[in-house]
């Protein structure tokens, strides 16, 4: 697969990225369930708070039994009817379909238990004003003692008080006493057609009063029973919002390690995958600037790396060729440089040669002259004059030997190639000897520098004198005719080696 450097690069950020963005999505899917479970919650909340306010209002209506409380009890029971039936199916669904018709059935029934109640509470408040009428005129009776002698007024009035604790406690306890005390007017006075009224009146009592407890404990039944089935629907919701919190922290977590594993590890590959020809590249140019140019970079990949290694490649090939034809120039060059140098060499001892003979004339004309001198007034010199005449001629010899000895000194230095430790002014002083006369016929005026401490330095003496002569004659050649060639020495604080 024939992939760029940028292809490479986007797969290596595209996989972690879209990592991410699956994990990002599946979070974002489960707490958008979690916030449709939170409203589930709500509803469930809702539910449980309003039969919460149900029994209430039922216990209120238990307490006073009036008209009011049954009017709040009722508009309770219709409130929390009416958020059943509102609840979608969707929704009905997801908190509990079969639950729903439970509830619907459980508030049916108590509401039907309710009027039960209320219409049961009616028959005791006519069934206990009648008991107290009936007592009253028991009562009455027993006052005015036209009653049996058993039944005086204290035993009716007991009775009495036990009726009232009765309705009041509503107790076994107080059942118990109530029924005793009657069975007494029973024993006592087997007939009493003026106590039957009270006495049924009484146990009219007891069976209304039984009725409202029967009533009473399966309201609070249904009650129950109405918390319990909304307690279970809050808690349900409740426990599948934690696990659906519990599993979105567990997919984050999941996708946040797998993030933090696979992408740099796919940043890495990448990464590599993408340098790997340029470090070879970089390999390659160490080793040819180490000056091995018969490398090349191979053609591996087929990205932006492949143009270069071909363009690299292409470099090496004309840097070679550069180098084989400076090579070759450089070849040539020194054999130019061969060639010039003992041109040059020449030049210098042909001048060298030129004022040598010139330096050489001067003495052996002088010698001449004063000799043809001496032959022709040979006769007529005295003794002064002719010691005058053969002193100058001594003195001309001795010129023209210093001239041949120093010419000797400078031939046979050039044979030697020896390192030694050379006077520098002195050697520059003897190679302006050698030339001095071509100076005088060339009208040039030496002016010479020289440091008057000793300069010393180790080099070959005759090498030296080639150097400075050459450069004397270089001057002179450049200056053609007349003027000042000035010659300086500048001392340095080392010796140095020089090798010319």
């Known amino acids: 697969m024939k992939l760029r450097i940028w292809h490479k690069m986007i797969i290596g950020i595209s996989i972690p990225s879209l990592i991410a963005i699956l994990g990002g999505i599946f979070s974002y899917g489960y707490i958008n369930d979690v916030k449709i479970r939170q409203g589930f919650v709500q509803i469930a909340d809702d539910l449980k708070e309003q039969v919460l306010e ?48 439970l509830l619907n059935e459980y508030i049916h029934e108590y509401s039907r238990q309710t009027n039960s109640l209320n219409e049961n509470y009616r028959n005791e408040s006519e069934i206990t004003e009648k008991v107290r009428a009936e007592g009253k005129k028991l009562g009455n009776l027993a006052t005015k003692k036209k009653l049996a002698k058993e039944l005086s007024a204290s035993f009716v009035l007991r009775l009495r ?18 029924s005793r005390g009657l069975s007494q007017i029973r024993n006592m006075t087997p007939i009493c057609y003026d106590c ?30 109405l918390e319990k089935v909304t307690g279970i629907f809050a ?3 409740r426990e599948k919002v934690s696990s659906f919190i519990t599993f979105t922290q567990r997919v984050l977590l999941t996708g946040l390690i797998l993030l933090c594993i696979i992408g740099p590890l796919f940043v890495y590959k ?63 060059l020194q054999e130019k440089q061969v060639q010039l140098v003992e041109s040059e060499k020449r030049a210098s001892l042909g001048f060298l040669v030129s004022g040598v003979a010139h330096e050489l004339n001067n003495p052996l004309n002088n010698i ?20 005058s005449y053969l002193n100058d001629i001594l003195m001309q010899s001795e010129r023209a030997h210093s001239v041949v000895q120093s010419l000797l000194e400078f031939a046979s230095a050039r044979k030697s190639t020896g390192m030694e430790k050379q006077d520098i002014v002195r050697v520059v002083k003897d ?18 520098d020289f440091p008057e401490k000793v300069f010393f330095v180790n080099a070959n003496r005759s090498k030296l004198e080639q150097v400075f002569v050459s450069i004397i004659n270089n001057a002179v050649y450049a200056m053609e005719a007349k003027g000042t060639l000035t010659v300086t020495v500048i001392p340095d604080d080392e010796e140095k080696n020089v090798l010319a």
């Open 270 to 332: 990448t990464a590599s995958y993408i340098v790997a020809p340029i470090k070879r590249l970089a390999d390659i140019i160490k080793k040819i600037d180490a000056g091995d140019l018969s490398l090349r970079a191979p053609l591996k990949e087929h990205d932006e790396t492949h143009t270069l290694a071909i363009s690299f490649n292409t470099m090496l090939d004309h840097l070679q060729q550069t180098q084989e034809s400076l090579e070759k120039s450089m070849d040539l």
């Open 431 to 448: 190679s302006i000897k050698l030339i001095g006369n071509q100076l005088r016929v060339n009208n040039i005026k030496l002016k010479q």
């Open 235 to 237: 808690s349900r919701e």
């Open 54 to 101: 149900i029994r209430r209002n039922e216990k209120n209506f238990l307490l006073f039994k009036d008209k009011i409380h049954l009017e709040s009890l009722h508009n309770a029971i219709s409130v929390f009817s009416s958020s059943v039936k509102n609840i979608s199916p969707e929704t009905s669904a997801e908190i509990g379909e079969s639950g729903l018709p």
């Open 196 to 225: 039957d009224p009270y006495i049924s009146a009484v146990r009219s009592l007891f069976t209304v009063f039984e009725k409202s407890d029967s009533i009473i404990n399966s309201l609070q039944n249904t009650g129950n029973s």
């Open 161 to 178: 008080l036990l009726e009232k604790n009765y309705m009041f406690f509503r107790d076994k306890k107080s059942f118990l006493e109530l």
């Open 368 to 387: 001449s002259l004063t000799a043809e001198t001496m032959n022709e007034d040979l006769e007529d010199l005295s003794t002064e004059e002719l010691s």
